[in-house]
C-alpha cells in the first residue's frame, strides 16, 4: 500500500539553525499539508499546498517557515532560524484531490528537537 | 473558525469492554467532515472512522463505530470488545472541505487494560 515518508525520524539542532524537513507524498497525491504537535498538545495545521502554491496557512506559519516542492516528489518545509518552541513532532499529509471525499495520509512524523 | 473539543483527556477500559470518547465541535457550515485519528506510542497517525455531515447514517467499520448527532454538533466514538492495542491517543477532528486543513481536538488517552 502506498504510504507517506518523511526524512529523518529525528532531527536535534541548535537554537538559530536551518532545518529542512522532507516528505515524500504518495506519488499521484496533488495536495500537501504540513502539521506539528508539540509533545503533549494537540496537532496544528501549518500550512497546505497545491498547484506549487501555498493554497492556505495558519498563524503559526510565519515568515521563519516555509514550504517547496523542489522536484516534482519531495515536499518540504524549512525553519530558517529555529526557536526552542519549535521542537515538536512534525507531520506531513497529502490527499489525491480536494474534489470528492479523500482521506488525509499522514506520514511518520519527524521529531524536531532544539537545543 | 472552527473548534472541536474532547473534554476526556483520559479514559480506561477493561479488554473486551466497550468504551465510548466523546468530541463536540463548532461550525456554521452545513456540509463538512468529521473523522477520528488513533495515534500510538509510536506518533503515527492513522484513520480509524470517517463521517460525512450530509450522510445520516452513522459510520460503521468493523469494532468502531460513531454517534454523529449533527444538530448537538457531537461526534462520539464508540468501540466495541475493546483491546489491548487499541491503548492510543484519539483524537477527533474536523474538516470544512474534502482537501481542508483537519482542526483537531485536545485528545484522549485511551488505556486498554488487560
Known amino acids: 500500500e502506498p504510504e507517506v515518508t518523511q526524512t529523518p525520524s529525528h532531527q536535534v539542532t541548535q537554537m538559530g539553525q536551518e532545518v529542512i524537513l522532507r516528505c515524500v507524498p504518495i506519488s499521484n497525491h496533488l495536495y500537501f499539508y504540513w502539521y506539528r504537535q508539540i509533545l503533549g498538545q494537540k496537532v496544528e495545521f501549518l500550512v497546505s499546498?497545491?498547484?506549487?502554491?501555498?493554497?492556505?496557512k495558519s498563524e503559526i506559519f510565519d515568515d521563519q517557515f516555509s514550504v517547496e516542492r523542489p522536484d516534482g516528489s519531495n515536499f518540504t518545509l524549512k525553519i530558517r532560524s529555529t526557536k526552542l518552541e519549535d521542537s515538536a513532532m512534525y507531520f506531513c499529509?497529502?490527499?489525491?484531490?480536494?474534489?470528492?471525499?479523500?482521506?488525509?495520509?499522514f506520514g511518520p512524523g519527524t521529531r524536531l528537537t532544539v537545543l | 473558525a472552527q473548534t472541536v473539543t474532547q473534554s476526556q483527556p483520559e479514559m480506561s477500559v477493561q479488554e473486551a469492554e466497550t468504551v465510548t470518547l466523546s468530541c463536540t465541535y463548532d461550525?456554521?457550515?452545513?456540509?463538512?467532515?468529521l473523522f477520528w485519528y488513533k495515534q500510538p506510542p509510536s506518533r503515527q497517525m492513522i484513520l480509524v472512522i470517517r463521517?460525512?455531515?450530509?450522510?445520516?447514517q452513522n459510520a460503521t467499520e468493523n469494532r468502531f463505530s460513531v454517534n454523529f448527532q449533527k444538530a448537538a454538533k457531537s461526534f462520539s466514538l464508540k468501540i466495541s470488545d475493546s483491546q489491548l492495542g487499541d491503548t492510543a491517543m484519539y483524537f477527533c477532528?474536523?474538516?470544512?472541505?474534502?482537501?481542508?486543513?483537519?482542526?483537531f481536538g485536545e485528545g484522549t488517552q485511551l488505556t486498554v487494560n488487560p
Open positions: 463521517q460525512e455531515a450530509y450522510k445520516q
Open positions: 499546498f497545491y498547484n506549487n502554491e501555498i493554497s492556505e
Open positions: 477532528a474536523f474538516g470544512e472541505t474534502s482537501g481542508s486543513r483537519l482542526t
Open positions: 499529509a497529502s490527499i489525491y484531490n480536494g474534489i470528492s471525499y479523500n482521506e488525509q495520509f
Open positions: 461550525t456554521s457550515e452545513n456540509n463538512y467532515y
